[in-house]
């Protein structure tokens, strides 16, 4: 009886398979089923602006439209994200730990919400913004500067943007109510409205000017 090594093949087999130029062209025929397949490019599956029908219930033009506006605002979404990250970084002064932690927090739910927003886009058909020299492009949010500013300018561009975002959101949603749309209403008010009126009472709050030592007379 032949013996069978550690890989499970006779030594009948383990020699038939590896002598002979037969052999070593049958070796060259043999797919490479673990070496991955490098630097491949094709072309888009899908454009950007083009809309796959799925059975949801709704006309075309309506995910069209619902589309779009989610797109904008996801692109202000993941810019208000991103502000949130870079004052948690960049803050300083007195206020410093608290400010710190409540900017991630906040960082954290609109990260959240991005993909809520991002998901429901794919599923009305659509092809979700990604990437940040896209989002750049696509932003009605004001670019700060690279450098650190101040607390009380950090907490101004985060108010602004959060109600550019609400002020869209009141629009796009009434546009969706009205198209039939009921899920991306109802995402536009219960997620993206109601979170981010509830994140500029926690901001706002640090910009009323409530004395540090000494109380008012
Ligand atoms: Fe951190």
């Not at 093949?9 to 383990?14: L, N």
């Not at 991955?36 to 033009?61: A, K, W, Y």
């Not at 202000?76 to 932690?101: C, E, I, N, P």
């Not at 794919?122 to 940040?132: D, E, K, R, S």
Request: with cysteine; aromatic share 4%.
């Amino acid at each position: 009886m032949a013996r069978t090594s550690k890989s499970g093949s006779t030594r009948g087999q383990v020699s038939r398979k590896t002598t002979g130029s037969s052999a070593r062209e049958a070796t060259a025929r043999a797919p490479q089923t673990a070496s991955p397949v490098l630097n491949q490019r094709g072309r888009e599956i899908q454009r950007f602006d083009e809309i796959v029908r799925l059975p949801i219930g709704l006309d075309q033009n309506t995910c069209r439209k619902s589309v779009k506006a989610l797109n904008q605002v996801l692109a202000d979404t993941m810019t208000l994200r991103d502000l949130y990250k870079k004052h948690h970084w960049q803050v300083a002064g007195h206020t410093f730990y608290s400010l710190h932690l409540l900017f991630d927090k906040h960082y954290e739910e609109q990260a959240e919400l991005v993909d809520t927003i991002a998901e429901r886009i794919q599923i009305l058909g659509g092809l979700a913004v990604a990437m940040a020299a896209d989002v750049a492009e696509m932003t009605q949010i004001e670019r700060p500067p690279r450098g650190r500013e101040e607390v009380p300018v950090q907490i101004s561009r985060i108010l602004e943007a959060h109600e550019q975002i609400i002020k869209f959101c009141h629009t796009a949603a009434g546009e969706a109510d009205e198209s039939g749309d009921d899920g991306t209403n109802d995402l536009l008010v219960s997620d993206v409205i109601r979170l981010n009126e509830l994140q500029v009472w926690f901001v706002a709050e640090h910009l009323v000017p409530e004395p540090l030592l000494r109380a008012s007379e």
